[in-house]
C-alpha cells in the first residue's frame, strides 16, 4: 500500500507481445513504415520510448460506446461523479485504459472522484454484512471485510447496487498468486520465494476466514462454502491489492488492529501505471472527493498515466501482475546463495557474519540498479570482507 495511488488494470508487455487484433488490422501497414522511419531516427533507449509512445496513441481504441462503460458512467453520474474530458479505450502495449479528450499540462486535475463512489469499510458495514462482522470475534482485518463484500456482491449478481463497477473489474488476474505452480517454478530465484510467500499468505487468510463466512450462511439461500470458496477469495484479494488507493480511515471496534487504508474508486482504476510520470493524489476534504493531478503533460487523445509508486519491476509483478518496459527503477535481486558463493566457506567468522546480517535483515532486498548496487547489497558485502581483526 503507498502514500498515493495505488491501482493497476492491465499488463504491461512490449508493442510487439500486444494481442490487439484490431489496432494490427486497422495500423499493421502504417505501423511498419512508421517503425522503419523512426529506427532510423535513433535506436537508443530514449528513441524506444518515443515509438512506444507514438504507436500507442496511433492504436488507441476508443471504448466508451461499450454497455459496460455507459452502465458505468450512468451510475457514477447518479453518484455525483462529472467527467467529459476521460474516455475508456484498448491501447497498444497497455491494453484498457483511459483517453484523455484535450491536452494536459502540469497541474492540471485528471480526475476528481467523489465519496459517494467510494468503496471502502463503511461501504460494507452499512450494507447487510455489516451487523454479521460487528459482532464476529475475533474482528475480522478490513481487508477481509472488503473480500467478503466483493465476493457476495459479485454473487448477487443484478440485485447488487454495484454491480456497474463488478461487470467492468477483471475476471481473471496475473499476480503470482494466480499462477499454475509449474509457472512460479520458473521465477527467478528472489522472486519465486516472494511469490511462494504470497500464495502462501492467501491460502492461510482463506483457512482462517472459513468460519466467518460460515456465520454468512443467513443471508445466502446457496451454500456459504460454495459462494466463499478459494478461487473467489483469490479473485477478491487480487481485486483489493491491485487496484485500491491509499485512504486512511478511523479505526474500528468491529476490525482487527490492521491498517484501515483501502478504498476501490470506480473508473478512476482504470489509469494505468508509468514510472515516467508524477502525479499528486489525495482525498479532498474540502470537495469530499478523491483527486488526482498530474506533474506532467499529456497531448489529446493519449493514454493518461499515474505512477503507482517507485517499483522495480519485480515488486510490479508481485502487487500488481504487471512489469514496466524500460523501468528506471529496475533493478536485479541477488539471493543470500549466490552472495556467499563468492565468499571462502573457510572463513572462521563466517557464521557470526551472516548472524549478524540475519537479524538485522541484510540477506534479502539487495539489489543492483542503473547505479550500481544498493546501499544493502553495499552493506552486506562490506561486512563479509572484513577481516577477523575488524569484526
Known sequence: MFSSVHINTSVSFPVEDCGCALAKVMFGGCLKKVKSINMKKSRGRTGRKRRRKHLRSLCAVNCSHKLEYIKLKKWLKDRGFEDSNLRPAEFLGTGRGLMTTKALQAGDLIISLPEKCLLTTGTVLSSCLGEYIMKWKPPVSPLIALCTFLIAEKHVG???????????????????????????????????????????????????????????????????????????????????????????????????LEPDVYALAPYLDLLNHSPNVQVK?????????????????????????????????????????????????????????????????????RNAKLSILRDHDFLENLTFGWDGPSWRLLTALKLLSLGADEL
Not at 461487470?167 to 517454478?185: N, R
Not at 473467489?232 to 482487527?256: D, G, V
Open 281 to 349: 493524489a489525495a482525498f479532498n476534504e474540502q470537495t469530499r472527493s478523491y483527486e488526482i493531478r498530474t506533474n506532467s503533460q499529456c497531448k489529446r487523445y493519449e493514454e493518461v498515466f499515474i505512477c503507482y509508486g517507485p517499483h522495480d519491476n519485480q515488486r510490479l509483478l508481485l502487487e500488481y501482475g504487471f512489469v514496466a518496459v524500460d523501468n528506471p527503477h529496475s533493478s536485479v535481486y541477488v539471493s543470500s546463495d549466490t552472495l556467499l558463493k563468492y565468499f571462502s566457506p573457510l572463513d572462521k567468522q
Open 158 to 256: 443484478e440485485k447488487s447496487p454495484w454491480k456497474p463497477y463488478i461487470d467492468v473489474l477483471p475476471k481473471t488476474y496475473t499476480c503470482p498468486v494466480c499462477l499454475e505452480h509449474d509457472a512460479v517454478t520458473l521465477l527467478p530465484e528472489p522472486l519465486r520465494m516472494k511469490a511462494q510467500e504470497q500464495r502462501m499468505m492467501v491460502h492461510e487468510l482463506y483457512v482462517s476466514s472459513k468460519a466467518f463466512f460460515s456465520s454468512l450462511q443467513p443471508l445466502f439461500a446457496e451454500n456459504t462454502e460454495t459462494i466463499f470458496n478459494y478461487s473467489a477469495l483469490e479473485w477478491a484479494w487480487c481485486t483489493i491489492n491491485t487496484r485500491t488507493i491509499y485512504m486512511k480511515h478511523s479505526q474500528r471496534e468491529c476490525f482487527s
